[in-house]
């Protein structure tokens, strides 16, 4: 794998990783990339990545609090 392709890969969150930090199942965050209200990436190997952007989007429009270190930035809360 290059190093192009590593950067590219970490800029993509995982089901398991969302599921995680929304408090939910991974069955639930399949079921909102299924209904369109997140946006993913489907491999070739079939598993689901999530671009940043589009995941800071998804929690923004549900109003789940985001932090900082998810997302490179601060939130408005941690902004001031």
């Known amino acids: 794998m290059t190093t192009y392709h590593k ?3 970490q800029k993509r969150i995982k089901i398991k990783d969302i599921a995680s930090y929304c408090m939910v199942s991974k069955t639930t965050v399949r079921r ?3 209904n369109g209200k997140l946006r993913a990436i489907r491999l070739p190997s079939g598993h689901y990545r999530i671009n940043r952007v589009d995941y ?4 923004e429009s ?3 609090p985001l932090t900082g270190s998810s997302f490179g930035s601060k939130s408005k809360e941690e902004r001031g």
């Open 62 to 64: 549900c109003e789940i």
């Open 32 to 34: 909102w990339i299924e």
């Open 7 to 9: 950067v590219k890969m």
């Open 56 to 59: 800071r989007r998804f929690l």
